[in-house]
């Protein structure tokens, strides 16, 4: 069946935006590993896959996440042909500190390198940038974010790459939009 993924961080709210967009009770939390498995929402005539998160979780080994991140690495390249388009949610607040960290210390930050992968697979990735509540600067923010990612400032000019959603407060912005755009145009004719 053809399916839109949710990744991201542990965290970022990937949950509970999907319960924004499918009403559905997908179990969600305040500590960072609630999602475990991949797990199946049916969505229109697809189904969206809400994944486990990457990086730090709470009461996980640092084995455990490693092996959780080969899990949903797999998961993607086993099912890049009936992956409509990837969602990869950030915590836009935490988002800068996290990549430069990790730049810093010459890594590739891990949202950078699932971005890269999306783009190798040649999956359609947008990224929703969650938590706008709780940013002030948002069109910097939103800057950092997009730069960070490789694609150059401002960020509105990719309105389909980045859309700025606060799942808590139930704006989910043109993610609804945009998701719609590629279930359609699935379609055989
Ligand atoms: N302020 C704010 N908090 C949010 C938002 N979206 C989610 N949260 C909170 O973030 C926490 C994690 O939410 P989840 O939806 O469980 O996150 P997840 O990405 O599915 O997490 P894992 O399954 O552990 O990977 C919860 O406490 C949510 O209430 C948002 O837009 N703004
Ligand atoms: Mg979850």
Redesign the pocket.
Known sequence: MKEII?V????????????VLTKKKV??????????KPLHIPYQNIQIT????FGY?SKVTKKGQEAIKDNIVHYIEDNASNILLAVM?I?TTSFAEIVDRWTQKNEIPVEVELFEFFNELDIDVIVAA?????VTDQDMMLDGVVQRLGMSPPWRQWPDKIVP?????G?IGNLKLLMQTKIEGSKPV
Do not use: C, E, Y
């Open positions: 949710f991201g961080r542990s965290n970022v709210g990937k949950s509970t935006l999907i319960r179990p969600v939390g305040k500590l960072p590993g609630v999602t475990r809400d994944m486990p998160g979780m949610v915590n969650n938590k706008m509540d709780k959603v606060s799942a808590k407060k704006n």
